[in-house]
């Protein structure tokens, strides 16, 4: 089983940085590769949207909303991908998920994987 564990969201006013990380871990094995990874975001009464995506050569994609506020990168030794958020906008305020489209390992290879989600809220 993949575990995707984020951390470094919070409450930060308009304006303000935080960033994101998200550690991939096996309950059993090795890890040996991951493929894309990707942040996604989720608000009240929203549907999920993916905010930027690094492959493993390190091409990204953003979405609209976030280009030239958000940059993402991945620590492939870290099995990390992290989410660097500047000038947060309250729009910005959502549950915040990784998702790891592939992952092969010794145990084989999963598809999908996703995080528990983090929160970040943005105030005035």
């Known amino acids: 089983q993949v575990l995707l564990v984020e951390s470094g969201g919070g409450l930060v006013q308009a304006g303000g940085s935080l960033r994101l990380s998200c550690a991939a871990s096996?309950?059993?094995?090795?890890?040996?590769?991951?493929?894309?990874m990707r942040w996604y975001r989720q608000a009240p009464g929203n549907e999920r949207e993916m905010v930027a995506m690094?492959?493993?050569?390190?091409?990204?994609e953003y979405a609209t909303s976030v280009k030239g506020r958000f940059a993402i990168s991945r620590d492939d030794a870290k099995k990390t991908v992290y989410l660097q958020m500047n000038n947060l906008k309250i729009e910005d305020t959502a549950v915040y998920y990784c998702k790891i489209d592939r992952l092969t390992s010794s145990r084989g290879s999963y598809y999908d994987s996703w995080g528990q989600g983090t929160q970040v809220t943005v105030s005035s």
């Open positions: 096996l309950s059993s094995g090795v890890i040996f590769g991951i493929g894309d």
């Open positions: 690094i492959a493993r050569d390190g091409f990204s």
